[in-house]
């Protein structure tokens, strides 16, 4: 093995790169020398470099275009005397921009080579392909080629860590690690996550929370974005997923799987509240998570600087859901609103500030833990119970007098059509000649008068 070979193993540890990576690297920065001290105009040098025998071969590699009319070589080649072509080691094209009109592309002579000259060199050559050129290797490099390979070298390799950071972390976005925190600066805390420094801000951080230098600390990663030194990474210990994360971590019943974390409501430094279930009977969830005299809930709380945690019962029924997520409150009794997705509670008089906790922070927790609109009222239960007991008497009275009055309209009808049966009786009965005489008496007793 090479003291070359070698060297490059050591930056790989050092660095955490990958050998192909930095092996890609000194070939850009002896592709980068032998321009500056040995190039020639219109030339693509490309360096292949084995580091066993320390030795490097030289290419001028061209990419096969279609042969340009005359007259658009002339005019290249007179804009060409007007401007120099920028000197880079990369596939370059240029483009003349016209107002109205798409961009064209134009005939490259540092990457490119027209078909009839491509024959020349290789006479199968076709549209596409590469044509590669071998270049005599130099015996040796001058100072300031030596220089721009150095600082080609040292430029790479700053790009190429600072990309391989960004890709690492991009990928635990939106997960929780352990950093420690190494400084602060004015209320800016800066953790250190190995291989980049996040930035915790303040607007993420607990209320009263400290950061002492050097202590461990779990954060979430809340986004990660490029910088121009770097990585930037901004952290949070605000999220939920530091409460999930830490019950992960610490009950064994969760992470195998028994017991699952349906929801999670938190106020960070001040309360939070964990909604878990089972599929076992065997399995207590909320005395798993307790622990024996409390010494898994415990180091929960520890870990979340002090954070107050309780941990409900999840239950498929509404109306239970919710009188557990108000715990330690007790409930006289719950309505739903299916469609307004809204529950009203009664609590006792005596209990209702316990439900409603302080600054209402209870009942706000339990209604985001269980996703319902949660409105709490005092209940009395005097009237409650008069209610109950008075109901079927008002109910019975109610259907006597619609009884009665059903049966008087009967009687009514009835005698109606009676007392208009006996009138008809009575005029078919009497005959007429008694009622003309009847009418002579009345009018002879009234002439007399």
């Given at each position: 093995?090479?003291?070359?070979?070698?060297?490059?193993?050591?930056?790989?540890?050092?660095?955490?790169?990958?050998?192909?990576?930095?092996?890609?690297?000194?070939?850009?920065?002896?592709?980068?020398?032998?321009?500056?001290?040995?190039?020639?105009?219109?030339?693509?040098?490309?360096?292949?470099?084995?580091?066993?025998?320390?030795?490097?071969?030289?290419?001028?590699?061209?990419?096969?275009?279609?042969?340009?009319?005359?007259?658009?070589?002339?005019?290249?080649?007179?804009?060409?005397?007007?401007?120099?072509?920028?000197?880079?080691?990369?596939?370059?094209?240029?483009?003349?921009?016209?107002?109205?009109?798409?961009?064209?592309?134009r005939f490259n002579p540092k990457t490119e080579i027209q078909l009839r000259d491509a024959i020349l060199i290789k006479s199968d050559a076709q549209i596409g392909d590469e044509i590669v050129i071998e270049l005599p290797e130099p015996e040796d490099y001058g100072r300031m080629a030596a220089q721009t390979a150095k600082q080609v070298i040292i430029q790479k390799l700053r790009?190429?860590?600072?990309?391989?950071?960004?890709?690492?972390?991009?990928?635990?976005?939106?997960?929780?690690?352990?950093?420690?925190?190494?400084?602060?600066?004015?209320?800016?805390?800066?953790?250190?996550?190995?291989?980049?420094?996040?930035?915790?801000?303040?607007?993420?951080?607990?209320?009263?929370?400290?950061?002492?230098?050097?202590?461990?600390?779990?954060?979430?990663?809340?986004?990660?974005?490029?910088?121009?030194?770097?990585?930037?990474?901004?952290?949070?210990?605000?999220?939920?997923?530091?409460?999930?994360?830490?019950?992960?971590?610490?009950?064994?019943?969760?992470?195998?799987?028994?017991?699952?974390?349906?929801?999670?409501?938190?106020?960070?430094?001040?309360?939070?509240?964990?909604?878990?279930?089972?599929?076992?009977?065997?399995?207590?969830?909320?005395?798993?998570?307790?622990?024996?005299?409390?010494?898994?809930?415990?180091?929960?709380?520890?870990?979340?600087?002090?954070?107050?945690?309780?941990?409900?019962?999840?239950?498929?029924?509404?109306?239970?859901?919710?009188?557990?997520?108000?715990?330690?409150?007790?409930?006289?009794?719950?309505?739903?609103?299916?469609?307004?997705?809204?529950?009203?509670?009664?609590?006792?008089?005596?209990?209702?500030?316990?439900?409603?906790?302080?600054?209402?922070?209870?009942?706000?927790?339990?209604?985001?833990?269980?996703?319902?609109?949660?409105?709490?009222?005092?209940?009395?239960?005097?009237?409650?119970?008069?209610?109950?007991?008075?109901?079927?008497?008002?109910?019975?009275?109610?259907?006597?007098?619609?009884v009665k009055k059903t049966k008087v309209k009967k009687e009514a009808g009835e005698g109606k059509v009676k007392v208009k049966a006996e009138k008809a009786e009575k005029k078919e009965v009497k005959p007429k000649k008694e009622v003309k005489e009847k009418k002579t008496v009345k009018k002879i007793i009234k002439d007399k008068k």
């Amino acid at each position: 093995m090479s003291e070359i070979t070698n060297a490059i193993k050591q930056i790989c540890e050092e660095k955490k790169l990958d050998f192909e990576v930095v092996v890609n690297t000194i070939e850009l920065a002896l592709a980068a020398a032998y321009r500056k001290d040995f190039g020639q105009k219109n030339q693509n040098v490309k360096v292949k470099f084995n580091p066993e025998t320390a030795h490097s071969k030289i290419f001028d590699v061209k990419t096969v275009v279609e042969d340009l009319p005359e007259e658009e070589l002339v005019a290249m080649e007179a804009e060409a005397e007007n401007r120099a072509l920028p000197k880079s080691g990369e596939h370059e094209s240029y483009y003349s921009r016209v107002e109205g009109e798409e961009e064209k592309k134009r005939f490259n002579p540092k990457t490119e080579i027209q078909l009839r000259d491509a024959i020349l060199i290789k006479s199968d050559a076709q549209i596409g392909d590469e044509i590669v050129i071998e270049l005599p290797e130099p015996e040796d490099y001058g100072r300031m080629a030596a220089q721009t390979a150095k600082q080609v070298i040292i430029q790479k390799l700053r790009e190429v860590e600072r990309d391989m950071v960004f890709n690492e972390f991009k990928d635990k976005e939106h997960e929780v690690i352990t950093g420690i925190v190494q400084r602060q600066e004015g209320r800016l805390v800066f953790v250190d996550l190995g291989k980049a420094i996040g930035i915790l801000p303040v607007e993420e951080q607990i209320s009263g929370e400290s950061y002492p230098l050097n202590g461990r600390v779990k954060v979430y990663v809340k986004e990660v974005r490029a910088g121009q030194k770097g990585a930037e990474v901004v952290l949070s210990r605000r999220s939920e997923e530091i409460l999930k994360k830490v019950f992960y971590l610490e009950i064994p019943e969760i992470s195998n799987g028994l017991i699952k974390i349906e929801s999670v409501a938190r106020e960070a430094g001040s309360r939070s509240k964990v909604a878990i279930s089972t599929d076992s009977e065997n399995i207590d969830p909320v005395g798993s998570c307790v622990g024996q005299r409390g010494s898994r809930i415990q180091t929960i709380i520890n870990e979340l600087g002090g954070e107050k945690v309780d941990i409900i019962e999840y239950n498929e029924d509404p109306v239970k859901y919710i009188s557990n997520a108000l715990s330690p409150a007790k409930i006289m009794g719950i309505s739903l609103d299916p469609v307004g997705h809204r529950a009203v509670v009664k609590v006792s008089p005596d209990k209702l500030s316990l439900a409603i906790g302080k600054s209402g922070q209870n009942v706000r927790l339990a209604a985001k833990l269980t996703n319902w609109k949660i409105d709490i009222i005092p209940y009395d239960g005097v009237e409650e119970v008069q209610a109950v007991e008075e109901a079927p008497v008002l109910a019975e009275e109610k259907e006597v007098k619609a009884v009665k009055k059903t049966k008087v309209k009967k009687e009514a009808g009835e005698g109606k059509v009676k007392v208009k049966a006996e009138k008809a009786e009575k005029k078919e009965v009497k005959p007429k000649k008694e009622v003309k005489e009847k009418k002579t008496v009345k009018k002879i007793i009234k002439d007399k008068k």
